[in-house]
């Protein structure tokens, strides 16, 4: 806009000499000479008249805009002919990144950083002040054919962006034809049928096979049992509440060894009847027989098609929780058991459970699981590395090594949670309490028995180690961190598209993606 204001007044001026000079007119080609002497006077004065421009990310000034921008290059590595290749940018997407600098004091390091066009807002073409760098003609600026043909390396990047977003659409895609599928169930369904009617599909009782299987072995029972935190406050939570138990039904759901339910028979439940697929269910019947318990029913086999002698209970209680609290995804059958067996105003125990992640930075740990892999009897093993990062560690960890605050991610209410429980996202800002190397980030669970008489129990690293110990969720780089930072990232979980019991876990942090499978 400004040459042409400056081409017109020249050229006024020029005739208004002519006319007071009454000079004859030129031919056609004088014309045009004269025409380009005047762009070629024009451009001489707009050498001589430059502005000064002042930086786009420091208060340094310059006479002119070449040497301003040649700044930004060699003092901020802010190169904008390589901006312009990265982006595609036009002259509105320059003139929408100057003023979206100066509207939030843009750091250059945030634009370097940048992956997509944080400027794209029409707001954007909108200047708070005229500068000179408005004005700059960006469709000039040229590109380096070296700089635009990608490396090796690059394109490798682009691919396995590009699968890792492909990927992820799959399994969005997956996600939703399982919703669909869901949908389609309870809408035409075989009401005759329950396997029909519950289409989740962890419930194929070939899949479940081996999982029942694991819980007919006594070394698991023996850990459950000698866990003096899980199986005592599940006694407090009963035995402290025999106003809310006297009299009412019970429903014990994987019951195991029997010992919830003869816990509800000696708080005055009316009648117990526990249901497990494994084989230790018969053990436990003789369990109930010699305590002389008459009225604790067990019977074996898959609650989703198994008759119980009632249909509906009082009451429901379970010890269902997993890994990181929700591997093994038993809160599925918890699900089903209140939708079909729970009375009105009936209770499930425990009521509700957190989920917590804490930052953590123990050396010595981290180089026994992860740096171990690059040197192992003189042999390079570092492929094993990653492995050993994705598959997270269950270890009761030093709370000395704790570097944050921790933060919940995740609050099931098991009144109303449903089956879409495994699939969540939170961003997170962990506030740093004391200097260390941040080599992993921990999860943990609360479990509350929210009861007149309130009883729980925490997984943290602050309290009595559980036999669910910690989850411990290693990253590649560890980090350097100083009392007051503030670690913001984003933790997803979804449930695992081939191993329905097991847990798919992205964690987003430093300006990279780790990815883990809780198995």
Not at 34 to 45: G, N, P, S, W
Not at 368 to 396: A, G, T
Not at 488 to 507: F, M, N, P
Request: aromatic share 10%; with cysteine; hydrophobic share 35%.
């Amino acid at each position: 806009m400004k040459d042409t204001e400056i081409k017109e007044n020249t050229q006024d001026a020029e005739r208004q000499k002519d006319k007071d000079d009454q000079e004859e007119p030129a031919d056609a080609s004088s014309d045009e000479d004269e025409y380009d002497d005047i762009e070629d006077d024009d451009d001489d004065a707009m050498d001589e008249g430059e502005e000064p421009a002042t930086c786009l990310f420091c208060a340094e000034i310059f006479p002119k805009l070449e040497t301003a921008i040649e700044h930004l290059d060699v003092r901020h590595k802010v190169n904008l002919s390589q901006l312009k290749g990265k982006f595609q940018m036009d002259q509105y997407s320059f003139i929408k990144l100057i003023n979206f600098i100066r509207a939030n004091k843009t750091s250059a390091e945030q634009v370097l950083s940048a992956e997509q066009e944080l400027w794209q807002d029409e707001k954007y073409l909108k200047p708070q002040e005229y500068e000179p760098w408005l004005c700059y003609d960006y469709e000039a600026l040229k590109t380096d054919a070296a700089e635009a043909q990608p490396t090796v390396a690059e394109l490798q990047q682009r691919i396995a962006e590009q699968s890792r977003l492909l990927q992820q659409a799959n399994e969005d895609m997956e996600r939703m034809r399982n919703d669909y599928k869901e949908l389609l169930q309870k809408v035409h369904g075989d009401s005759d049928s329950k396997v029909a009617n519950n289409p989740v599909p962890r419930n194929n009782p070939n899949l479940d096979k081996e999982y029942f299987n694991s819980y007919s072995h006594f070394g698991i029972h023996h850990e459950m049992l000698s866990d003096k935190v899980r199986t005592s406050t599940y006694r407090s939570a009963l035995l402290q509440n025999e106003a809310v138990v006297r009299g009412k039904t019970v429903l014990d759901v994987g019951c195991g060894t029997g010992i919830l339910s003869i816990f509800a028979s000696k708080a005055g439940a009316s009648r117990v009847v526990g249901i497990d697929n494994s084989e230790i269910v018969y053990t436990a019947m003789d369990i109930v027989r010699k305590n002389k318990v008459q009225n604790v029913e067990l019977i074996k086999g898959r609650l989703e098609d198994t008759d119980l002698p009632e249909a509906k209970y009082d009451i429901i209680i379970s010890e269902w929780m997993g890994y990181f609290l929700l591997y093994e995804s038993m809160l599925d059958s918890i699900i089903y058991a209140r939708e079909h067996h729970l009375n009105p105003n009936g209770i499930i125990l425990p009521s509700r459970c957190t989920l917590s992640l804490l930052g953590y930075g123990n050396d010595t740990l981290y180089a026994e699981q992860v740096e171990f892999w690059s040197d192992v009897y003189d042999v390079n093993m570092s492929d094993l590395r990653k492995r050993s990062i994705e598959e997270p560690l269950m270890e009761v960890v030093d709370a000395q090594f704790t570097l944050t605050e921790p933060e919940q991610i995740a609050n099931f209410d098991i009144m109303t949670v449903d089956l879409n429980y495994p699939n969540f996202s939170h961003s997170f800002s962990l506030k740093v309490i004391k200097e260390g190397r941040l080599s992993a980030f921990v999860g943990f669970f609360d479990t509350l028995f929210e009861l007149p008489s309130a009883v729980m129990f925490s997984t943290s690293p602050n309290e009595t180690p559980t036999h669910w110990k910690q989850t411990v969720f290693f990253i590649d780089q560890p980090q350097d961190v100083k009392a007051g930072d503030v670690i913001t990232g984003k933790i997803t979980s979804r449930r695992h598209k081939e191993d329905v019991r097991a847990l798919s876990v992205d964690i987003e942090v430093f300006g990279k993606k780790h990815k883990y499978m809780v198995v």
